[in-house]
């Protein structure tokens, strides 16, 4: 059996903080992410497989401070979050250009 916990006054009349929708649906998800990509794409420079190298030399002032996304593998990825750089993955994959 578990105690009983009472909240205390402070929290039970403070206003709660708005909660942000969800998406629910798969086509409001799938909505969600298109408007991602085209953000990501629209305000930040792709530079593919060379994104960990773009990321640190920013990070490090050895590049001017602009949004970029691209390509790393995992143990760049490690490297780059190890080192203190942020970054995050993006739930979708650049369209690669095929012959």
């Given amino acids: 059996m578990t105690p009983r916990v009472s909240a205390s006054k ?23 992410l298109s408007k991602m990509r085209s953000e990501v794409e629209k305000n ?9 190298k773009n990321a640190r ?3 490090l002032g050895a590049a001017p ?3 970029i996304w691209g390509e790393a593998n995992a143990k760049e990825a490690k ?3 190890e080192d203190g750089v942020p970054v995050a993955p993006l739930p979708f994959i650049p369209t690669r250009k095929v012959n």
Avoid: C, M, N
């Fill in 10 to 32: 402070a929290a039970a009349v403070a206003p709660s903080a708005p909660v942000a929708q969800t998406p629910s649906t798969d086509a409001e998800v799938e909505a969600a």
């Fill in 44 to 52: 930040a420079t792709y530079v593919g497989k060379d994104f960990a």
């Fill in 65 to 67: 401070d602009r949004p």
């Fill in 79 to 81: 490297a780059l979050i």
């Fill in 57 to 59: 030399d920013i990070h």
